[in-house]
């Protein structure tokens, strides 16, 4: 049974506990997130208020409680320290065993939701980001995919007949390179994936595909038994009709981002060289941090 609802009236969240240290209970639950929606972490921060009587929170002292949970684990994160907080210790512990799957899905889904909408609002001149080392060692040609960078985008579900299909996009991210192609990848979902069988190699066809004349390029055929890379990609933009323009939107990202991490990582090497190229203070000299100590007692300490 769930314990995580959603109140149409207030657009928000409460806990309603029906076991443990709590039961009977109920809570206003707001939420917080990791700001980088290119940040793996699976965690969701819930910040609790217990609701009185009137059904409004109380914002009296001591009875706000913060805890943070894995939502792909199912499990507290840092709960020993927590345990200085004995009853936020104990609520997170009777939330994370009160919640169900339902409820732990719909955690995942606010997750999500918040970290596409962080990858389309970011500002892309201040954003901190880091290409796969390959790719940031200046390999042409090298094509990257969108989850690569952004792990919680998910991808492209479609469906043809009863068989689940799951596409993934990645992009050239040379900002010279003129090419308007995204390579899609085509991921079979099968049942027995549930058995904990993974999906081969082989069985992923895939082709470069221009997102502006919408012809595809074969990359690997798929294998026997699969439909064809033209019946997948109708499939694919039948489920998702925006996915041309979504494609182009993303390839602009991408190279912007790596433009953006060539750049960092020309003014990292540039600060390096700067610090490496500084005279090295004397044990006695007065330390070039302007603590006013003498280096040996200040940052010559680490040398």
Known sequence: MSILHYDESTQGHTLRLAQGTFAGQSFAVSFKFCPSPMCPCPHVTLLCRPLGADGKPSDANGSRFEF??????????????????????QLARDVAAGLSE???????????????RQSCEMDLDTVDVRFPPDVAGGSNGTVVGFAELFPFSGGFPFQIGRDKWLAHDHYCVDYNCSC?????????????LSAG?????DDVPSAFFN??????KTQQLPSSGQPSLKILFDGLQSAHPDFKSGAQQRHVLMKRLYKRS???????KIREASRDSLPQPGRNDPCPCGSGKKHKKCCGRAA
């Not at 069988?197 to 190699?201: G, N, P």
Request: hydrophobic share 35%; charged share 30%; glycine share 4%.
């Open 68 to 89: 943070t949970l894995n939502v792909s684990e199912h499990t507290i994160v840092k709960e020993a320290e927590l345990e200085g907080q004995p009853r936020g210790c």
């Open 102 to 116: 339902e409820d732990w899905d719909e955690l995942f889904r606010l997750l999500v939701k918040e970290k596409q």
């Open 180 to 192: 308007r192609d995204t390579l899609v990848s085509f991921i079979p979902i099968p049942d027995s």
């Open 197 to 201: 069988k993974e999906v081969r190699a």
């Open 211 to 216: 997102y502006r004349s919408g012809v595809f």
């Open 262 to 268: 060539q750049q960092l990582d020309h003014q990292a």
